[in-house]
């Protein structure tokens, strides 16, 4: 049965750093592109960032708005640990929000996102 779990979420002040994690099981994990998405309160679901099967990233605008060679966010992948990882750096108070783990129906991140985890808060707030 396929399980995606997130851990590392929590209250953090502006322009602190949290590292989410998300534990996937029930699959190959190798097999899938995978991608992190948030849902903040009043507001649609947004992908926040994905990697493909082969290591391929892409970042939602909002993440290299501030500097366009390196973004406030890092997704990546451990593939022995079947673990998927977003280091969030610079948080902003806008950043609040439920952060869920999705798993892409392919090895490319261009294909549609199908299955979720639950999710982990994120607040960040002085």
């Known amino acids: 049965q396929l399980q995606l779990v997130e851990s590392g979420g929590g209250l953090v002040q502006p322009g602190g750093s949290l590292r989410l994690s998300c534990a996937a099981s029930?699959?190959?994990?190798?097999?899938?592109?995978m991608g992190w998405y948030r849902q903040a309160p009043g507001k649609e679901r947004e992908l926040v960032a994905a990697i493909s099967s082969r290591g391929d990233t892409y970042y939602a605008d909002f993440v290299t708005t501030d500097n366009p060679v390196k973004g406030r966010f890092t997704i990546s992948r451990d593939n022995d640990k079947n673990t998927l990882y977003l280091q969030m750096n610079n948080l902003k108070p806008e950043d609040t929000a439920l952060y869920y783990c999705a798993r892409s129906y392919s090895g490319s991140y261009q294909d549609n996102f199908g299955s979720w985890g639950q999710g982990t808060q994120v607040t960040v707030s002085s």
């Open positions: 029930g699959f190959t994990f190798t097999n899938y592109a």
